[in-house]
């Protein structure tokens, strides 16, 4: 697992990065029946909403800055370094 130092003094930018490794962390690699998940399934439609709906509050108002795409390659990404961290360790 990849630790990162951060070094950046603003509150909003920690917490959006806090939320979404909360998200992502949670992200299911298999359906509860045991087959892979795949972009139709409820869980990571789920996953991929929640980390779109991510923003920055700031006095403005919020600024959404993941688009669907970006939240989808997300999303793909984590059940890929999970499924490779599980082939790795023989789980």
């Not at 509150?11 to 087959?35: A, V």
């Not at 980390?51 to 059940?79: H, K, M, R």
Request: glycine share 6%; with cysteine; net charge negative.
């Amino acid at each position: 697992m990849a630790t990162i130092l951060i070094r950046s003094k603003s509150e909003e930018f920690i917490n959006f990065i806090k939320k979404l490794d909360s998200i992502l962390s949670g992200t299911e690699t298999t359906t509860p029946d045991g087959q892979q998940i795949e972009y139709g399934d409820d869980h990571f439609q789920d996953r991929m909403k929640r980390v779109q709906q991510l923003c920055f509050t700031f006095e403005d108002g919020p600024v959404y800055p993941l688009s669907i795409n970006a939240s989808c390659a997300l999303v793909w990404d984590e059940i890929k370094c999970k499924q490779e961290d599980m082939d790795k360790n023989g789980l």
